[in-house]
């Protein structure tokens, strides 16, 4: 029935305005709209806002973490020569957006230096940040602040995934959970690659999904974008592939089982995605390596191969390695044909974007053989299984792991009611996607910090926003106020992490005075903490420590005197020792044990979460444990 066609009845009933009262006009419904977009973007600016704000303040109270250094000079030299040759373990995309500012600042940079021609990476980055008349720390707070930029970033398409799955209040509240969480606030700030792959990862999940629902070129050109983005962001994106694919089959056979498709426009449909994604990868590392063609025959890290290769052949311990190792000695054998196609390739043929290829050939074989971690007291180079779960029992806030367990009991008991499966159906994408990455994390040898697993936590916050918002509609008044406290403990929790983010342990522990039991590197001591012992040391008219630091900041440019710190090897007598004693947590817990002659002291003073002082001045000895 048409407008014009509508019934006389109704017509009749609807009563006239008497012509001494003035009718005001209803609101259109497009501006109570309008007005509500606009305050729910203030409400998202608002909460990004106070989470720059944590992360601005408090990391221009930090120096350089380990990392940080090499990724800012790789970046700016990307930039000024297009040469690729520092920090081929990691893709330019991060360490490119964190030295655009810095570049823009014209900063001195000297090309000419032997660490730049023989790719010390190290020492090219402490010759930039302090040795080259530069303000390091106004280079590092430029370099910061694109990263602090993703990391806002990656909250509003935590706010959009929560959104489109539970509505507005889930958005805001899953968007809040993110902004106070410690350990995003903390490597939010830093010039690394983990907050921006998990950005990406999040973000490929929600633009795959707008294209599943609505299969538009459209939709298909900004998920290939964003995806091949993803893939110059960090190495471990490469897994991405793997989860797109099983959400293509997964979500295309559902579709299958109803009769909506056949076998065959589904398989067409799988085929589409990896081939925008290929499209999309392809496209987005040809820009961001410059288009680079390059072979590898004058490569030194191809020379290093062939140079262990024939050092391998030619020794006993060869039937020692293993079997991979063995193959592959076999199978490159320059006398066999595959060794003379893989010669060709590795070595003569000039090869498209070889940064990247090469990049990843780093990690793999980095992977392989693993990297010394420490654990519960233990040392391993190729890592434990259960690394990542326990770094995520003691790294998340108790606050989040108790919600967690209470929203996803909750989720299962309705999903057993079926009382939401429309919820349920929209949110495995991203659910799945992060249970396949954890599960991936136990297999990896390389286990030096919680936020190798960061990429897991997006659907960990969606999920919390969508919960407290079914929680804030319901009637149980106890339940509410029980959820409420956790909220409470959780925002201070946050509070109280301020400002010494990267040393946050769980309270399910203790906090990070026992943190260190568990992890130690980029999980409580990253080098960060050089300017507050400065403060400490200033503040208290010391004038030099003995000191093991570890990290790659300098403490001449910071102005620390220190001095020899005694080793076990050494006489090490409080009364010898006769200063102030400041060590990193890593060197304290190193696997050589040098200053575990400090374990029967307690520390005098913790500064920042990650350097212990032991006051040996003048015949005083710390309290034994």
């Known amino acids: 029935m048409t407008i014009n066609q509508a019934s006389p009845r109704l017509i009749s009933e609807t009563p006239k305005p008497s012509s001494s009262v003035r009718v005001q006009p209803e609101n259109p419904p497009f501006q109570k709209n309008n007005r509500w977009k606009i305050w729910r973007g203030l409400i998202v600016v608002g909460i990004l806002t106070v989470m720059a704000t944590f992360q601005i303040t408090s990391m221009r109270q930090e120096v350089?973490?380990?990392d940080e250094g090499v990724h800012l000079a790789a970046g700016v030299s990307y930039w000024l020569t297009s040469d690729y040759r520092l920090n081929e373990e990691h893709p330019p995309l991060a360490k490119l957006l964190a030295a655009l500012p810095v570049v823009l600042?014209?900063?001195?940079?000297?090309?000419?230096?032997s660490a730049w021609q023989t790719r010390d990476q190290w020492q090219f980055a402490r010759e930039f940040l302090y040795q080259?008349?530069?303000?390091?720390?106004?280079?590092?707070?430029?370099?910061r602040l694109p990263m602090v930029f993703l990391a806002l970033l990656l909250g509003l398409f935590i706010f959009l995934w929560a959104k489109r799955l539970g509505g507005d209040l889930a958005g805001f509240l899953a968007l809040a959970w993110y902004a106070l969480d410690p350990n995003f606030l903390a490597h939010g700030r830093y010039i690394t690659t983990d907050v921006a792959v998990t950005l990406g990862f999040t973000a490929s999940l929600y633009f795959l999904f707008s294209w599943l629902k609505n299969w538009r070129w459209q939709n298909a050109l900004v998920f290939g974008l964003i995806f091949g983005i993803t893939q110059v962001t960090k190495f471990s994106a490469v897994f991405l592939w793997i989860i797109i694919l099983l959400i293509g089959v997964i979500w295309f056979w559902h579709q299958v089982s109803r009769n909506l498709l056949t076998i065959k426009k589904a398989l067409v449909k799988i085929f589409q995605v990896l081939g925008i994604a290929f499209v999309g990868t392809f496209i987005c590392v040809t820009l961001v390596y410059s288009g680079q063609i390059k072979s590898g025959k004058n490569d030194p890290w191809v020379q290093e191969l062939y140079r262990e290769r024939a050092i391998l052949v030619n020794s006993p311990e060869l039937s020692q390695k293993a079997s991979l190792v063995q193959k592959l000695i076999k199978i490159s054998d320059e006398k066999t044909f595959t060794g003379k196609a893989i010669n060709y390739i590795v070595k003569d043929l000039p090869i498209l974007n070889w940064s990247y290829f090469k990049g990843l050939a780093i990690v793999v074989n980095h992977d392989y053989w693993g990297h010394l971690a420490y654990l519960n007291g233990q040392y391993s180079e190729f890592?434990?299984?259960?690394?990542f779960p326990l770094a995520f029992l003691v790294k998340t806030p108790l606050a989040t792991l108790v919600l967690f367990v209470v929203a996803l009991i909750a989720f299962l008991w309705s999903w057993r009611e079926k009382s939401n499966s429309k919820g349920h159906a929209n949110f495995w994408i991203l659910g799945l996607a992060s249970i396949m990455y954890f599960l991936w994390s136990l297999t990896s040898h390389i286990n030096l910090g919680q936020r190798h697993i960061f990429p897991i936590y997006p659907a960990i916050f969606v999920f919390l926003g969508i919960f407290l918002s079914v929680v804030v509609k319901n009637r149980n008044q106890v339940f509410k106020i029980l959820i409420f406290?956790?909220?409470?403990?959780?925002?201070l929790t946050s509070l109280l992490a301020f400002p010494a983010y990267?040393?946050?342990?769980?309270e399910l522990i203790g906090g990070e005075k026992n943190g260190h039991k568990y992890l130690v590197d980029s999980n409580v001591d990253w080098g960060q903490d050089l300017k507050r012992l400065r403060s400490y040391l200033i503040k208290n008219q010391i004038p030099f420590v003995c000191m093991s630091y570890f990290g790659q900041a300098s403490l001449v440019y910071y102005g620390i005197d220190y001095r020899y710190l005694p080793t076990?090897?050494?006489?090490h007598d409080p009364n010898q020792v006769n200063c102030?004693?400041?060590?990193?947590l890593t060197s304290y817990l190193s696997e050589d044990g040098a200053y575990w002659w400090l374990k029967k002291y307690q520390p005098d003073v913790r500064i920042g979460g990650s350097i212990y002082l032991y006051d040996f001045r003048n015949g005083r000895t710390p309290r034994i444990k």
């Open 485 to 491: 406290a956790i909220a409470v403990l959780y925002l």
């Open 64 to 66: 350089q973490t380990v």
């Open 132 to 143: 080259s008349r530069n303000d390091a720390d106004q280079l590092l707070f430029l370099g």
């Open 568 to 571: 076990s090897q050494d006489p």
């Open 383 to 387: 890592g434990w299984w259960w690394y």
């Open 502 to 506: 990267t040393a946050y342990f769980s």
């Open 580 to 584: 102030l004693v400041a060590i990193s």
């Open 105 to 113: 600042a014209k900063p001195n940079i000297n090309f000419s230096s």
